[in-house]
């Protein structure tokens, strides 16, 4: 009898370690998803704000030096989104 009781405990250890190796790898899959979501964000935003620079250098002659500024910007805030 205590035979069925020691390997019922031996299956349910094996059955808990799997599990925890389980979440431990779903949570490092979630870890670097959300690393690479923040990566993404970064660049958007960067690449936003050259392209806003750039149209606010184009429009500088009537914006003055203020458009490369304001472009970028505005161009930094629509990369956010």
């Not at 704000?49 to 250098?57: F, H, L, Q, R, T």
């Given at each position: 009898m205590s035979y069925s009781i020691l390997d019922m405990g031996r299956s349910t250890k094996a059955q808990a370690q799997g599990s925890l190796n389980t979440l431990a790898?779903?949570?490092?899959?979630?870890?670097?998803t959300n690393k690479g979501l923040k990566q993404q964000k970064k660049t958007n935003q960067l690449s936003g704000?050259?392209?806003?620079?750039?149209?606010?250098?184009q429009m500088g002659s009537s914006a003055g030096p203020y458009g490369i500024a304001i472009g970028a910007a505005v161009g930094f805030l629509a990369g956010s989104l």
């Open positions: 790898k779903l949570e490092q899959n979630r870890d670097m704000a050259a392209s806003g620079a750039a149209i606010g250098a």
